[in-house]
């Protein structure tokens, strides 16, 4: 069985930091692009932003660049995407995606053959 479980997500307000993380077990993650996507209510899905299990590739969607900061731990398979200067638009539910392709074919937002997809956790950005 693939799993990818999230976890982090929270009520913060504007302008502080969160830090979500994606534990993937049950495949070999050699290959694939893990990251974040995210949606928000009446807003079509973006991608976040993703990075390569093969080499130090990531990517970032625009309106997170600067901001968003992605990281991996090749020992534990986990991914972890710390979220800074947070905006109310940041607001969303952020699924981690397991992508076999490099993280810059996370800019697609549609499911894609052989992706795998965590539950959702929620992230609400309010004062």
């Known amino acids: 069985q693939k799993y990818l479980v999230e976890s982090g997500g929270g009520l913060v307000q504007p302008g502080d930091s969160l830090r979500l993380s994606c534990s993937a077990s049950g495949f070999t993650v050699a290959g694939y692009s893990i990251g974040w996507f995210r949606q928000a209510p009446g807003k079509e899905r973006e991608g976040v932003s993703c990075i390569s299990f093969s080499d130090r590739a990531t990517w970032y969607g625009g309106s997170v660049k600067g901001r ?10 986990t991914v972890s995407l710390q979220m800074s200067s947070l905006k109310v638009e940041d607001t969303a539910v952020y699924y981690c995606v397991a992508r076999p392709a490099p993280p810059s074919a996370c800019i697609n937002r549609r499911m894609t053959p052989g992706d795998y997809w965590g539950q959702g956790t929620q992230v609400t950005v309010s004062s």
């Open 68 to 77: 968003f900061t992605i990281f991996r731990d090749n020992a534990t398979n």
